[in-house]
């Protein structure tokens, strides 16, 4: 197989098995996400590639080979809905010998020739977002493209060293590979095709070949690292209710150990009220509650004493779990969220569209309290994000990293605000 | 971030109209990136610095064997600019640009500053490319001769006559030739014009004496086609014609000649000889052919000549036109369609370069007699064998510089030889190249007067790299 066709089956190959790999998102812990907790992410990257040259035919003559190796480096902002800008700059360089073309008849004349190529492009594109590991991209734009030819017993005259503007087209997918609290690192499998008219052809090899591109096909694998990324989870598909203004419940770890699990019949859920003042905006701060009498949460330390509601949900939820009745629980879980933790935070410990893989999470969990699921929608499929723990600082939350248990610890687990949960 | 914060400045640095490469770049005349200051030797290493800042200097170096130091400034920075404004400070004594060098093959050949011919045509750029071809390549020259050995030869009517070896083509590799105007083995030089001819296309170079020749490390092959005052003087019963030169081309051929010199030409065509140039490029050998001196002949002016007639109907024989020192054709060069290259030729009327030598092509040959030959022929016998011996008498005087289409056309035959060793094997393709990075002179254009141009060694040797 030619090189041309092995890079035109590769590009293929990514072009389709990306968007194909994502379509089917893995049950595995999420990472590789890009958005940062302020939506933007700042990423660098190295790279290394291969390069199928446009004019062919000048450097198999110059070189033997019409294509090569290229490295570079650059730099990328990801915003929250996918958009990505970047810049890169990378070097490509081909020696060879000058020759003389007649009649079709190649005459090396044993003169080094060396060819450099350095483009510095700018280009935008779009990120498809999703849960899966292997996360697609598209985009363009254009660069400025330096070249430089140098060859033996060349005077300063013979040195050409020019630029040349041209565009850029590039599809690839990135896996994600580990996620830290700041700092992500994944890789790309990128194609580009780079389009530089009128670079050359006005004299040499490339002029007797009438060929003018010194652009290319490019396949590249790139080396990426990501700072202050967060995991970025779709919203919830449930409406929002009303947010009642209620004061904060106690954190999960104070509420009493719950009742033995009721196998069955599950408990039903006690009528909830769900007339409230309008909803806060859920990165406001709460204001002071200002509940009336009726809503206010009994004290838990009274002997005997009523459950708070917000405990009753909490309760529910995990009686819910113990019987694997994950969708009901999940909704107890962020209707609790929704009223009394919107501007609290948890930790994050993944995104499960199995019911099975959800009971593996509920079993290594062994009916801690902590364990919260909510409700998610991956691609059009029912999910959950489970997550540990309610926080009163995102401090608090990253400090209680270590307290997940070891049944659930997974790469990338990070801590973010129950108010982004409840979207 | 290390890689991000880094690539910023990287991008707007590249983006800068001279970009700054690790490696200074040649530019101009001069190198970039950096000037030669000498300090005054008060001046503590911070101070120059210091004063270095003037030209954002962004290093200051004391190389080794040196009394000066390299102040590094921006590539972008005209060095001459930069060396000005350096100069201009106290403690400075001075401040220069560095100047490029470009290594330039000049031979040290006694009487090389008077071969203009070949400075003219770039040959020491040329020589830098490729240093006078290699032994493999043969160059049949077909002429009168070369004085190539130390031989005595009897002859019919003046009996023993004892021939040398050219002092500055003693260097120089030959292989064996073949005389067919005597049907001898001994192809000896009894004119001077066929070493002359010889010397231009590899006459001994770099050997302190002499002169230099184009292709001074490829092999001769002497070979004896044209008749001369002294053969005729000798008792030679039949001059050599067109069916000699045709022998002549086939035995070069056969004998491994890769190139061939014809410094020659009639007024007749034959068609022994358009036989024998099929036969030449047929077999991969390419030919330089004399274009003619008939342009100022009175009884016939400007009429074509043979064998130059047939070289344009063949891709890789060239018919070559004379130049003189300012690439203007040579008052005495034949004009014609089938000229297709010009090279110098001479013109020992005119002293354009103030050598106070004329103009000619200067090689080493002999001095043939200096008798006349009705003179030879009435009195010869009789006459000391001195006077009338073909021997070399002088192998080397600077008034005997020669001028015509035949000096010029071994330009292009040893020039073929530089091209065949650097890698252009293919007659055709030799003489496609030549064409192609002649250097147009005259009318502009392909024109009667000069063909393509003027030979350009340098550029044609450099072939085409990618862009240019």
């Known amino acids: 197989m030619t090189w041309n066709a092995t890079l035109a089956a590769m590009s293929l190959g990514i072009l389709l098995a990306g968007p194909a790999t994502a379509a089917s998102p893995t049950e595995e812990q999420t990472s590789g996400f890009t958005e940062s907790e302020g939506g933007v992410e700042v990423r660098g990257w190295v790279h290394g590639g291969l390069i199928s040259l446009a004019s062919s035919q000048s450097f198999e003559a110059l070189s033997g080979s019409s294509s090569g190796t290229k490295f570079g480096a650059g730099g990328q902002l990801n915003f929250a809905n996918g958009v990505f800008i970047q810049g890169g700059i990378e070097r490509f360089r081909k020696s060879g010998t000058r020759a003389f073309l007649f009649n079709g008849e190649l005459f090396p004349l044993g003169i080094s020739d060396t060819v450099t190529v350095t483009p510095i492009t700018f280009s935008g594109g779009y990120r498809f977002m999703s849960e899966a590991r292997v996360v697609p991209y598209v985009g363009g734009g254009i660069g400025s493209y330096g070249f430089r030819e140098v060859s033996e017993f060349a005077e300063a005259e013979d040195i050409v060293d020019d630029r040349f503007v041209g565009f850029q087209l590039l599809g690839g997918a990135e896996i994600g590979l580990w996620r830290g609290n700041w700092l992500s690192i994944s890789t790309a499998a990128e194609v580009e095709y780079a389009r530089v008219a009128d670079a050359l052809g006005e004299g040499g090899l490339s002029a007797e070949f009438l060929e003018d591109d010194l652009g290319g096909t490019t396949f590249r694998f790139k080396l990426q690292f990501g700072f202050g990324g967060k995991e970025k989870l779709p919203p919830p598909e449930i409406p929002a209710p009303a947010a009642p203004r209620r004061a904060p419940v106690p954190m999960p770890q104070e509420v009493p150990p719950p009742p033995p699990p009721v196998r069955e019949p599950p408990v039903p859920a006690p009528a909830l009220p769900e007339a409230g003042p309008p909803p806060l905006a859920p990165e406001e701060p709460q204001p002071p509650p200002r509940q009336p009498p009726a809503m206010q949460p009994p004290p838990v330390t009274a002997p005997a004493p009523p459950v708070p509601l917000g405990e009753e949900l909490l309760l529910l939820g995990h009686q819910k779990l113990s019987i694997g009745d994950h969708s009901g629980a999940a909704a107890d879980f962020h209707r609790y969220l929704q009223r009394y933790a919107g501007n609290k935070y948890t930790l994050a410990l993944g995104l499960f569209c199995d019911a099975a893989n959800v009971q593996r999470q509920v079993a290594n969990a062994a009916g801690a309290r902590e364990l919260l699921l909510v409700p998610m929608t991956s691609r059009g499929q029912s999910c959950y994000g489970v997550y540990w723990g309610i926080f009163d600082t995102l401090r608090d939350a990253r400090a209680n990293l270590a307290s997940i248990p070891m049944g659930l610890r997974a790469p990338g687990q990070t801590a973010l605000p129950i108010s982004r949960l409840l979207r | ?468």
């Open chain 2, 1 to 468: 971030l290390a890689l991000i914060l880094a690539g910023v400045p990287l991008i707007e640095s590249q983006s800068q109209p001279a970009p700054g490469p690790r490696i200074a770049p040649l530019a101009g005349d001069y190198v970039r990136g950096r000037i030669v200051v000498r300090f005054v030797p008060s001046v503590s290493e911070d101070s120059m610095m210091r004063l270095a800042g003037v030209v954002s200097a962004t290093g200051v170096t004391h190389p080794s064997y040196a009394d000066f130091n390299y102040v590094e400034i921006p590539p972008a920075l005209d060095p001459v600019e930069a060396a000005r404004r350096m100069s201009e400070q106290a403690g400075v004594v001075y401040a220069l640009p560095d100047p490029i060098v470009y290594p330039l093959r000049q031979p040290n050949d006694e009487f090389y500053r008077f071969q203009w011919h070949f400075q003219r045509i770039g040959m020491e750029q040329a020589w830098d490319i490729n240093p006078g071809g290699g032994r493999d390549v043969v160059v049949a020259v077909l002429d009168t001769g070369v004085a190539f050995t130390d031989v005595r030869l009897r002859y019919p009517r003046v009996g023993v006559y004892e021939f040398e070896r050219a002092p500055d083509l003693r260097g120089t590799p030959m292989v064996a030739g073949f005389d067919f105007v005597w049907n001898s083995e001994f192809p000896v030089d009894t004119d001077g014009h066929g070493t002359h001819v010889a010397g231009t296309v590899a006459q001994t170079t770099d050997n302190g004496s002499g002169g230099a020749g184009m292709a001074y490390n490829t092999t001769l092959m002497p070979v004896k086609v044209l008749t001369t005052d002294f053969d005729l003087f000798a008792g030679l019963r039949f001059p050599s014609g067109a069916s000699a030169v045709s022998r002549g081309i086939r035995f070069a051929v056969e004998g491994g000649a890769k190139v061939i010199n014809m410094s020659l030409g009639g007024p007749a065509p034959s068609n022994l000889m358009r036989d024998a140039l099929q036969f030449a490029v047929d077999n991969g050998v390419f030919v330089a052919i004399a274009a003619g001196n008939s342009a100022q002949d009175p009884e016939c002016p400007n009429c074509p000549e043979w064998p130059a007639s047939y070289a344009s109907e063949f891709d890789g024989v060239m018919a070559v036109a004379a130049l003189d020192f300012d690439f203007e054709r040579a008052p005495y060069s034949t004009f014609q369609d089938y000229v297709e290259i010009a090279a110098p030729g001479g013109d020992v009327t005119e002293d354009r370069n103030g050598d106070r030598l004329p103009d000619g092509v200067l090689q080493e040959t002999l001095v043939y007699a200096t008798l006349s030959r009705r003179v030879q022929e009435l009195f010869g016998p009789f006459l000391p064998a001195e006077v009338t011996n073909p021997r070399i008498f002088t192998l080397f005087q600077p008034d005997i510089e020669f001028q015509g289409t035949s000096m010029a056309s071994p330009h292009v035959a040893g020039f073929a030889a530089l091209l065949y060793d650097q890698g252009i094997t293919s007659p055709a393709a030799i003489e496609a190249a030549i064409k192609r990075f002649a250097s147009d002179v005259g009318p502009a254009g392909r024109d009667v007067f000069t063909g393509y141009g003027v030979l350009n060694p340098r550029e044609t040797l450099r072939g085409l790299g990618l862009a240019r």
